[in-house]
């Protein structure tokens, strides 16, 4: 299906109206997974003409997708990854946990950014970024279509990793998403050490509910004024949210290995 490609009005717009040099793109992936972590990217890639094909992780074929990822590493003039634990979601929460694991990648990132352009209707960063949420951002703007696919390439491939010490879940296909094969598994074997406990499947799993946990409700997000800095800005006509408490200080998973952040790559290109 034709789909219109990227472009940077958002962030041209940005730097337009605030003065922003810098400005990141991000997005997640896993949200809705029930088992691995929460991954959030962001790039950063001026205003550059961005490879060719370049629009939401989700509408390229895996092929595609990861081509397109070894690509854009090299392309974007920097980007990072944070992650959020299936631990730390389940004592956090889901919002808590994104903003976590966005604030671990954009806290690595060489330079830090003037603003954010963040896909979604939910700005849950908050202060003291500098955010501008846009409603599918990771098909119409660049920088945030460019951390759609790194980061969505990224955790899969983490996921298949995992999948290595746990053959009958099939991680390397589902990526820890719900799927015939991995509920089979997890009627049968129960949840691994990278299952987030807090989640709902366990309703339906009479032999596994002890080890369910009971997770902390979500902050009540809170509305603010449209755009930057309360300006007024028409993003398809919707409102700016933010998750006001702070996130706890990064914490590791029971295993001991760290899950805070890959490390940032920056290209040789700059802006």
């Given at each position: 299906?034709?789909?219109?490609?990227?472009?940077?009005?958002?962030?041209?717009?940005?730097?337009?109206?605030?003065g922003?040099?810098?400005?990141?793109?991000?997005?997640?992936?896993?949200?809705?997974?029930?088992?691995?972590?929460?991954?959030?990217?962001?790039?950063?890639?001026?205003?550059?003409?961005?490879?060719?094909?370049l629009?939401?992780?989700?509408?390229?074929t895996v092929?595609?997708?990861?081509?397109?990822?070894?690509?854009?590493?090299?392309?974007?003039?920097?980007?990072?990854?944070?992650?959020?634990?299936?631990?730390?979601?389940?004592?956090?929460?889901?919002?808590?946990?994104?903003?976590?694991?966005?604030?671990?990648?954009?806290?690595?990132?060489?330079?830090?950014p003037?603003a954010?352009i963040?896909?979604?209707?939910?700005?849950?960063?908050?202060?003291?970024?500098?955010v501008?949420?846009?409603?599918?951002g990771?098909?119409?703007?660049?920088?945030?279509?460019?951390?759609?696919?790194?980061?969505?390439?990224?955790?899969?491939?983490?996921m298949?990793?995992?999948?290595?010490?746990h053959?009958?879940?099939?991680?390397?296909?589902?990526?820890?998403?719900?799927?015939?094969?991995?509920?089979?598994?997890?009627?049968?074997?129960?949840?691994?050490?990278?299952?987030?406990?807090?989640?709902?499947?366990?309703?339906?799993?009479?032999?596994?509910?002890?080890l369910?946990?009971?997770?902390?409700?979500?902050?009540?997000?809170?509305?603010?004024?449209?755009?930057?800095?309360?300006?007024?800005?028409?993003v398809d006509?919707?409102?700016?949210f933010?998750?006001?408490p702070?996130?706890?200080?990064?914490?590791?998973?029971?295993?001991?290995?760290?899950?805070?952040?890959?490390?940032?790559?920056?290209?040789?290109?700059?802006?």
């Amino acid at each position: 299906m034709p789909y219109e490609p990227p472009t940077h009005r958002v962030e041209r717009s940005l730097r337009a109206t605030t003065g922003a040099k810098v400005v990141a793109g991000v997005d997640e992936v896993g949200r809705g997974a029930w088992a691995g972590p929460v991954t959030v990217c962001a790039a950063v890639t001026g205003l550059r003409r961005p490879p060719e094909g370049l629009t939401d992780s989700k509408l390229l074929t895996v092929a595609r997708r990861e081509k397109l990822a070894v690509e854009l590493s090299r392309w974007v003039t920097s980007h990072a990854l944070g992650h959020a634990s299936p631990q730390e979601i389940d004592e956090l929460g889901m919002t808590a946990s994104l903003r976590l694991a966005a604030t671990r990648a954009l806290e690595q990132l060489p330079v830090r950014p003037d603003a954010v352009i963040l896909d979604g209707k939910h700005d849950y960063l908050g202060p003291p970024w500098r955010v501008r949420t846009v409603i599918k951002g990771d098909q119409s703007c660049v920088a945030v279509a460019a951390a759609s696919v790194i980061a969505k390439v990224r955790r899969d491939a983490l996921m298949a990793e995992l999948g290595t010490q746990h053959t009958d879940f099939g991680f390397d296909a589902n990526a820890g998403y719900p799927a015939p094969v991995h509920k089979a598994a997890l009627a049968e074997l129960g949840p691994t050490p990278h299952h987030r406990l807090t989640w709902s499947y366990l309703d339906v799993l009479p032999q596994w509910q002890h080890l369910k946990k009971t997770r902390l409700p979500d902050p009540v997000d809170v509305p603010t004024p449209r755009g930057v800095g309360g300006r007024p800005e028409a993003v398809d006509g919707q409102l700016d949210f933010f998750a006001p408490p702070s996130v706890p200080a990064p914490t590791s998973p029971p295993s001991g290995r760290p899950v805070a952040v890959e490390p940032a790559a920056e290209s040789r290109d700059g802006v």
